[in-house]
């Protein structure tokens, strides 16, 4: 796939009332695309609306939880009644964490981080397919992690939901290529967003690493260049390489820095 021109596009993207969604809208909308913004704080995407009034583009809103099949339907029928019925690029973003050992878990914050991640994710997709066959240059781009990659311990819900994404979008990508329809899948490592004041359930913790901006700059770059898929750090990219070279290697290590986190919990 060549170089595809992102201006003048219609594109949706879930989560846009903050962190690495909102970055995404943000400079997609100032460089002429047309953003129809998701996310469940009107509040948020209104005031992104006001603050992109003058940009070279366009952003519409819709308030909903993405989990609903409802709301879904609802942005489906925006499209065909605002763009024709054409989209040509799906951001799936929207996402929440849960942290904490899975002994200590329930089947409700599993669910749930199921629903929002990765079932929401996949049903608007299936949702988009027909919208996105209209379009020249369609994409689904999916915004996964570093841990939908390599698992690790405390995060055992938020890995299954990522690594669901992941299999799904290799698995679509295949599918849709008769179709013309790229599946571009994007893991970014630690992000500075609102990601970890959100979490479900555990200790949230500091959040350090790359801004929300330069992991939108990344995913879009990605899509111009219809890729695969992106590992956007190289912290990530060494993680990955490790884990798929030295499997058994890493897990020892990984299981040793959980025993003496645990046993350091013990003793405080
Ligand atoms: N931050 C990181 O370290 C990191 C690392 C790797 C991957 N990621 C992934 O990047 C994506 C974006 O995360 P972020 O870091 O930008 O976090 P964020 O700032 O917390 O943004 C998450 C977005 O998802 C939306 N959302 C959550 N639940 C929703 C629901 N039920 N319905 C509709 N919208 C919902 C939130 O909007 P409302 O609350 O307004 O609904 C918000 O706009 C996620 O998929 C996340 O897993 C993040």
Not at 112 to 137: G, H, I, P, Y
Not at 216 to 222: E, Q, R, S
Not at 237 to 250: K, M, N
């Amino acid at each position: 796939m060549g170089f595809r021109k992102l201006n003048g596009k219609n594109i949706v993207i879930t989560g846009a009332s903050s962190g690495i969604g909102r970055a995404m809208a943000t400079q997609l909308v100032r460089s002429g695309n047309h953003v129809l913004a998701l996310a469940r704080r009107e509040e948020r995407l209104k005031e992104l609306q006001d603050e992109l009034q003058l940009a070279a583009g366009s952003l519409a809103y819709l308030a909903g939880d993405i989990t609903l099949e409802a709301y879904r339907q609802s942005a489906f029928d925006w499209i065909s009644e605002n763009w024709g019925g054409t989209l040509d690029v799906l951001v799936n973003n929207a996402g929440i964490g849960s942290i904490g050992p899975f002994a200590k878990s329930d089947e409700v914050t599993l669910r749930k981080v199921m629903e929002v991640n990765f079932f929401a994710a996949v049903e608007l997709t299936r949702l988009s397919l027909s919208a996105l066959k209209q379009s020249d240059v369609p994409v689904v781009c999916n915004i996964a992690s570093v841990l939908g990659h390599t698992a690790m311990p405390m995060k055992s819900e938020y890995c299954a939901s990522k690594f669901a994404m992941h299999g799904f979008s290799d698995a679509l990508r295949i599918e849709m290529a008769a179709e013309g329809i790229n599946v571009v899948l994007v893991s970014p490592s630690t992000t500075r967003s609102e990601f970890f004041a959100a979490v479900l359930s555990g200790a949230s913790q500091q959040a350090k690493g790359m801004t929300a901006d330069k992991v939108a700059t990344l995913a879009i770059k990605a899509i111009k260049k219809g890729k695969r898929e992106v590992l956007l750090s190289w912290g990530g990219r060494c993680l990955v390489a490790f884990d798929r070279l030295l499997p058994s290697t890493l897990s020892r290590i990984l299981t040793r820095w959980y025993a003496r986190q645990s046993a350091s919990k013990v003793g405080s």
